[in-house]
């Protein structure tokens, strides 16, 4: 069995096109969110709001630096607005892609060799994306922080409900790109499904080599085999095709060689 590695069929197109509705779904969610989300609109609050209550960081760090001629720390990724900016161009990346994917699957140009090196760099972006919305906060020995406080602890711990609400928001892009993840690592895995050797390579190669071999049209005449090969026969002659037909060219012709037929009558 012969091993096709370019030009390969998906195992299934029905799960295929569920998961482009899915993948459409959820792209719509992330773009809303994380637009909602840009600047910052609740960042710097819930860095405030863990700080208060005692589970990371206090933001004013980089205040007292600057305030004291010192170069101020770097921030942590999660608490940081390039956290907000990737998360926002994850999601525009994603529905370009799946534009470009739809329009490519139609016609047939989805391959899975082309498809597996895409899959695996979402599976890092959206597991980059993760890690760091969940990401610890080791700034202040005091408070360290292994997981951001709206993620390890229930919103209820802050009294404030403005705060408790941009907690829910957090939480919400949280499980939206969690679900995202998964929806690509389910795209990783149908791609190397449709990686995999079975019995569809030998009947493809068989196919084609077909194809190749025989001259162009030979694939008609071998279906119609059963069929009379009238092509291959000379028209019967008959009284009117028998004799040979002269008009007032070939007369001319024959006249010149001699030989005109009303003549030799």
Known sequence: MAYRILKRKWPSTAAMWIMMIVELALTVT??????????????????????????????????????????????????SSTLTDYNVAIAIISLF?????????????WLPIIVLPINIAF????????????????????????????IAKPCSVAANPQIQSYCTSAKGVFAAFSIMFAVTLVNLGLTIWAMLP???????????????????????????????????????????TGLMPYTPRTTAFNTLNRSNPSRQQ
Do not use: C
């Open 123 to 150: 599976v890092g972006l959206y597991a980059a994306s993760l890690g760091g919305q969940a990401g610890p906060d080791y700034l202040d020995p005091a408070h360290p922080s292994r997981v951001a406080w709206y």
């Open 30 to 79: 992330l773009l809303v969110l994380t637009s909602l989300a840009q600047p910052d609109t609740y960042r710097t609050k819930l860095w405030t709001a863990g700080y208060q209550l005692g589970f990371n960081s206090n933001p004013m760090i980089i205040t007292f630096a600057l305030t004291n001629g010192q170069k101020p720390p770097a921030i942590p990724f999660v608490w």
């Open 97 to 109: 892609f799946l534009i470009t994917k739809l329009i490519a699957f139609i016609m047939e140009f």
């Open 198 to 240: 079975n019995e569809r390579d030998k009947r493809d190669w068989d196919s084609d080599d077909e194809d190749e071999d025989e001259p162009l049209g030979a694939g008609a005449g071998r279906n119609n085999q059963k069929g009379p090969a009238w092509e291959m026969h000379s028209i019967p002659p008959t009284p009117r």
